[in-house]
């Protein structure tokens, strides 16, 4: 039995935000050494729910490729390469428990070199990655993690438990959707050879232990029928279309002193022969030489060099915005069900309001519209509350934030179709205009009387500019051409009147209702007094009258 040499380097980095890093100068290290940076690599990664026996298979792996070295082909067929029963097992860190062990991704340090059946040499790498659906992780986290270990691996090996599930296959396609996302230029199907490998497998009457069982077991579950929900169609052909090549091996339980010995350390004496006899199957399966995938993408193979750049390429659009964030079943469900809401709030702020002044509605005042608004957007955000709605009051938040920005947006549009109806809106623009032709007329009338002829004459021809002005505007909104010029024409008509026209009209008019009630006032008092007067003098003369009688 060889010698045991290398370690696992974390290339790959969980950080406590919730973000991934990569260590550059320790995956260089390894890629760039001068004998493997040019030759064609080989990725065999393993990736599935933590606390499954991830780190405890690859490490089975590193001893199948360090004693095939130097075992002859019927000697690896036999499994000598397993080693004596005392052996303990070594290499990638792994524990019993039930707590996670590996974060990030961890790249075996050790390269094992192959040449394949055609001739090519090739060095083999060996992948581990941070389990999925612990109860440290978001839904992202196991994605990304699951999606580049799928983009960088030319063999994924999918670590299930006991069977092939729906919902396993439902994570498979949530996760290699979110690498493909990544690699949308990809021609061809994304990714290369994907393995189910299935532990603990308890129904071998079913489907019998080994490569054999497996296949048949994988093509009941991938198999596509017309009897199938159209949903269930689409995750198979999903799964199908973004894999060359796809296989099922089932694996049964190692024993229970693997499983509840704390003290169990690898060694072959303390498992199960059924188990070691399909380990024996299983590692030529993946890494014989004529079963090794070099990894190529868009159909050329790659070498080590060259899968850095690639790995820092893809390390940097999982830390961008570029791809949409990953959902749990309950954020996506929840969200839906805001969105539904706001809808159907929204809906009826818009039936509401297409009442009081949408389409043949009369013109409303704009201080009642205003206030109708007020009114029904109230009675909307109640509907909207009213709602059950997934979530919780928190996450919706923002979705009653949106509803808010939404019925706004509609009220604008409804103010400026209620505001089209008005007829002085509709000639604003030449009543303000002819005002303005009234006023430079009279100033130069009056200037003429004076005798400044010359300023006259100067407001006398703004006069025969703002004529032109109301004669384009006309012809503009007759021919439906020189939009631009029009809308010009509106905008210095409309700056006329907010600023200078309008304050002065509204300044004479609140004057004169000012002043009005003074005069009168003024002439009521007047009046009065000539009464009491006259009222007065009768008296007196009818007095003086009677004296001279």
């Known amino acids: 039995m060889a010698v045991d040499s290398g370690s696992p380097v974390q290339i790959v980095m969980a950080n406590d935000d919730h973000t991934f890093s990569l260590d550059e100068e320790a995956l260089g290290a390894l890629l760039l050494r001068p004998d493997v940076v040019h030759k064609k690599v080989v990725i065999v990664s393993v990736a599935g729910a933590f606390r ?30 397993l080693g004596s029963d ?43 990655t941070q389990g999925a659906f612990d109860s440290q992780s978001t839904v992202k986290d196991c994605a990304t993690v699951f999606a ?87 995750l ?92 749990t079943m309950l954020e996506a469900t929840a969200e839906a069900n805001n969105l539904s809401a706001v809808n159907a709030a929204r809906e009826f702020y818009m039936e509401q309001m297409e009442e009081i002044c949408g389409g043949d509605q009369p013109y409303l005042n704009t201080q009642k519209l205003e206030h109708e608004h007020t ?6 955000v109640q509907k909207f509350q009213e709602i059950p709605k997934m979530g919780g009051k928190e996450f919706s938040v923002s ?35 002819f005002l303005v032709i009234v006023v430079l007329y009279m100033v130069s009338g009056i200037l003429d009387l004076v005798g400044l002829v010359r300023y006259g004459n100067f407001f006398a021809l703004t006069m025969g500019l703002v004529i032109a002005s109301v004669l384009t505007w006309g012809a503009c909104r007759l021919t439906g051409t020189m939009r631009e010029v029009g809308q010009f024409i509106d905008e210095i008509a409309s700056f006329l009147w907010d600023y200078i026209l309008g304050p002065l009209t509204q300044e004479a008019g609140h004057r004169m209702a000012t002043a009005y009630p003074q005069q009168m006032a003024t ?26 009688r």
Not at 62 to 67: E, H, P
Not at 173 to 185: D, H, N, V
Not at 241 to 270: M, W, Y
Not at 411 to 433: D, G, I, M
């Open 148 to 234: 580049l270990s799928t983009m960088i691996s030319s063999v994924q090996v999918y670590n299930l438990s006991a069977n092939i599930q729906e919902d396993d296959l439902q994570h498979l396609q949530l996760f290699t959707e979110y690498g493909r996302m990544a690699l949308s230029s990809s021609a061809g199907k994304p990714f290369q050879k994907l393995l189910f490998l299935v532990r603990d497998w308890s129904f071998p009457y079913e489907a019998a232990y080994g490569l054999k069982g497996g296949e048949s077991l994988l093509a009941r579950r991938l198999e596509v029928s017309d009897k199938q929900h159209p949903e269930l169609q689409q």
């Open 399 to 433: 979705y009653l934030q949106k509803l808010e920005e939404d019925i706004q947006a509609a009220f604008e549009s409804f103010a400026r179709h209620n505001e089209s109806k008005n007829f002085f809106s509709s000639f604003r623009t030449p009543a303000t205009l």
């Open 52 to 81: 499954k026996g991830k780190s405890f298979l690859l490490d089975f792996m590193l001893r199948y490729l360090r004693a095939s070295d130097h075992l002859q082909p019927a000697e690896i067929h036999q499994g000598a390469w």
């Open 375 to 380: 009114i029904v957007q109230g009675k909307a």
């Open 523 to 548: 002439v009521a008092g007047a009046t009065n007094a000539a009464k009491a007067a006259y009222a007065v003098n009768g008296r007196q003369h009818s007095t003086s009258s009677t004296k001279s």
């Open 236 to 327: 198979r052909k999903h799964i199908r279309s973004c894999f060359e090549a796809i296989h099922c091996f089932l694996l049964p339980h190692p024993g229970l002193k693997v499983a509840t010995n704390p003290q169990f350390d690898g060694r072959l004496s303390d498992i199960e022969p059924e188990f070691k006899a399909r380990l024996v199957e299983l590692m030529p399966f993946v890494l014989a030489p004529s079963k090794l995938v070099p990894k190529e993408i868009n159909g050329r193979d790659l070498t080590a060099g060259e899968l850095l750049e690639y790995f820092k390429a893809y390390i940097k659009i999982y830390q961008g915005d570029t791809l949409p964030e990953v959902k």
């Open 86 to 128: 005392s052996q303990t097992l070594t290499g990638f860190h792994w524990r019993g428990g039930s707590d996670r062990d590996t974060t990030g991704i961890l790249l075996w340090n050790e390269p094992f070199f192959r040449k394949l059946p055609n001739g090519d040499e090739v060095v083999v790498l060996v992948m581990d």
